[in-house]
C-alpha cells in the first residue's frame, strides 16, 4: 500500500475565504438552546466512542459512494471531518 503524507494533497486557496462578517458573526457565545455540537449533531467524540457500533454503516455508506453508487442529497448538509487513527498523524494512511 502506498503512503501518502498530508502535503500530497494541497488544498490551500482551493475552498472559499469566509468574509469577515461572517466570521464575526461565529464569533458568539454558546447559549444552552443550542444541543447540536456540529452541523449534524454529532462531535468527533461521538464516531470515535462508538465507532464499533456506527463504524461498519459509515464505511459501507461511503464506499458504496465512492464505487459510483448515489449519495443521499441530505448528506450535502453535513460537515464531513476526517478523524485521526492516533495521536501524530502525518500520513493520509493514519486518517
Not at 12 to 34: A, H, T, W, Y
Not at 59 to 73: A, E, Q
Request: charged share 25%.
Amino acid at each position: 500500500m502506498d503512503t501518502y503524507s498530508v502535503n500530497d494533497f494541497p488544498v490551500k486557496g482551493r475552498f472559499p475565504k469566509l468574509e469577515d462578517d461572517l466570521i464575526s458573526s461565529l464569533n458568539v457565545e454558546i447559549r444552552m438552546e443550542e444541543v447540536s455540537l456540529g452541523v449534524d449533531g454529532f462531535h468527533v467524540k461521538f464516531y470515535q466512542a462508538n465507532w464499533d457500533i456506527v463504524g461498519k454503516n459509515v464505511y459501507t455508506m461511503v464506499h458504496k459512494v465512492f464505487m459510483g453508487g448515489s449519495l443521499d442529497p441530505e448528506l450535502n448538509r453535513t460537515l464531513l471531518v476526517l478523524i485521526p487513527k492516533s495521536i501524530g498523524t502525518n500520513t493520509i494512511k493514519q486518517w
